[in-house]
C-alpha cells in the first residue's frame, strides 16, 4: 500500500476531495478558491489544490482563532 495522504504535503487534490479532508461542502470550497482565500490552481477549467497549502491554510485559520479568544479575556 501508499503512504497515508497526510504524509505527501505535495499530493495534488481534487474539490471532492479537499471537501471531504475539510468536512465542508464542495460549494463552499470552490468558493474559497475562486475569492482566493484558499491556495488553488485550476487545471482543465477545474480547481485543484496541494494538501501542504491546505494544512497552512488550515493552521492559519487555528492561529486566528485563538487569537481571537484570547482578546475577550
Known sequence: ?????RD???EILT???VA?????GKRTVYR???DG?????KLGGTWRFRRGDLDK???SRIGKAMVGCDEGG
Open 1 to 5: 500500500m501508499g503512504k497515508p495522504m
Open 20 to 24: 471531504a479532508y475539510l468536512k465542508a
Open 15 to 17: 474539490i471532492d476531495e
Open 32 to 34: 474559497l478558491a475562486a
Open 57 to 59: 491554510w488550515i493552521a
Open 37 to 41: 482565500k484558499l491556495a488553488a490552481f
Open 8 to 10: 505527501q504535503p505535495d
